[in-house]
């Protein structure tokens, strides 16, 4: 029988949750239900969100694009607010990268970018370099190409017959070192296994996929910025693509506008989507070299990339996505974003100590914490348990599993974090009674 009487089919949801809430409207950092509960969005919507719900100046901007042009066929046609999108997307971009190809969430973007790595390679008269490298514990998106990229998991396990063969590396791990080193004592050895695959097999890589710094939905890992540059340095070395998605990272979350940039790295492909628009419309964009443009320029018409969608650099998108990057033109978003971090840092320390708290780990906007548990992983029994007390508590929190992590809205205040860290607190208390 079904729970919805309107037989919604929801995301990531199992017939046998609880029913949905009904939301009425959103504001800042609160969701509105129609049941009169308000309650904190501290996961940004699925990490969309950036300046806080509805914000006025994208809503505004939004309206306005909406009354002039809606959307025209992006094949053949141009519009203002696409051109704006660019030329500011490739001011505040890692050095190098400026040709932007529009699509429409982040695993499109993914798709496009893999795409494009393996149509260089083919264009150069080089088609044996047709092979991906991937990261243990990645999460590139649900699309075919994306499932082939991201790691095992629940969410690929049933369709392992459609994915597509890559090889895979070492991620930076390090509270679950796969190495078995430790960070204080550690030269980064994780890197050896991708050197010794480059030394041997670069000649048949097309590309390697990373996400910069944080792998997100593989359990809010935080990298040392040395393992990024360290692709980096070997992917030059062996003439292979780096592809950086900043779907999730990107536009501030991690403390500077793209994770690359912390580590002073510019890839070769950057997939960006999520905040594009400040959590308003769905938009993605996958930012390339010259180097990689030019390969599709000019000569046979097979030469040309054959991917688009419906669509593709929708006016009313790019015109959200402008008015967000005006936002972090004109008010103090670093400066929310680095408070939001304080917080971070001061109460992950104290939360640390806690005997069921196994890691904790923060970078930017993003703080996180591994509990000990007797079944790690996604499908952890505590996480509907924790996910039910903590909306009891007027908190949205979606831990990964046995990861519990904050990753709210720039807008939030320091004493609505606090709150949700005190309710993360008493939750801990609750921990082993809950998992039981
Ligand atoms: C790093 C990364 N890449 C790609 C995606 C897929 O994005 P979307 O859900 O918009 O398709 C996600 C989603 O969480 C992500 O975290």
Redesign the pocket.
């Known amino acids: 029988m079904s729970t919805s009487p309107l037989q919604i089919w929801h995301p990531f949801t199992q017939n046998d949750d609880a029913p949905p809430l009904r939301v009425r409207s959103a504001s800042g950092v609160y969701i509105d239900t129609e049941d009169g509960r308000r309650i904190i969005d501290a996961i940004s919507s699925?990490?969309v969100n950036i300046h806080g719900h509805s914000h006025p100046a994208i809503a505004a901007a939004i309206a306005k694009q909406a009354a002039a042009l809606e959307h025209v066929i992006f094949a053949g046609f141009t519009h203002e607010p696409a051109e704006e999108l660019v030329t500011r997307l490739r001011s505040v971009v890692p050095a190098g990268l400026e040709h932007v190809f529009f699509s429409d969430?982040?695993?499109?973007?993914?798709e496009v970018a893999l795409k494009l790595a393996i149509q260089y390679w083919s264009n150069l008269g080089r088609p044996e370099k047709h092979r991906i490298v991937a990261l243990e514990h990645a999460?590139?998106?649900?699309?075919v190409g994306?499932m082939s990229v991201s790691d095992d998991s629940p969410f690929t396990a049933a369709f392992d017959s459609l994915r597509v063969p890559v090889l895979r590396t070492h991620s930076a791990y390090c509270y679950r070192c796969p190495v078995g080193k430790n960070r204080a004592t550690c030269s980064i050895e994780c890197l050896d296994q991708l050197r010794n695959l480059l030394e041997e097999q670069s000649g048949a890589i097309a590309a390697i996929i990373v996400?910069p710094l944080l792998?997100?939905?593989g359990g809010m890992i935080v990298h040392p910025e040395e393992f990024l540059a360290g692709v980096r340095e070997l992917a030059t070395r062996h003439d292979v693509l780096l592809i950086a998605?900043?779907?999730?990272?990107g536009f501030g979350r991690t403390g500077k506008m793209f994770a690359c940039q912390r580590a002073n790295v510019s890839p070769d492909l950057m997939?960006v989507?999520?905040g594009i628009t400040g959590g308003f419309l769905?938009l993605?964009a996958t930012i390339v070299t010259d180097r990689i443009a030019q390969a599709f320029r000019g000569g046979a018409r097979e030469r040309a990339f054959f991917h688009g969608h419906s669509y593709t650099g929708n006016p009313i998108a790019c015109a959200a996505a402008n008015a967000s990057l005006e936002i972090f033109a004109t008010e103090p978003v670093f400066m929310r974003i680095a408070a939001i971090e304080r917080v971070h840092i001061e109460r992950l320390a104290k939360l640390s100590a806690h005997p069921q708290v196994g890691d904790v780990r923060h970078i930017g906007s993003i703080g996180a914490l591994e509990l000990d548990v007797a079944d790690p992983g996604y499908l952890s029994a505590l996480r509907p348990k924790l996910y039910q007390f903590y909306l009891s508590r007027g908190v949205l929190l979606r831990p990964l599993g046995n990861v519990v992590y904050v990753l709210p809205p720039y807008a939030i205040t320091p004493a609505e974090l606090n709150f949700v860290y005190d309710v993360i607190e008493e939750s801990l208390s609750l921990v082993s009674a809950i998992s039981n």
């Open positions: 699925w990490w969430d982040g695993s499109t973007a993914v999460y590139h998106g649900d699309t994306a996400e792998q997100a939905a998605d900043e779907v999730l990272t997939c989507s999520k769905a993605a």
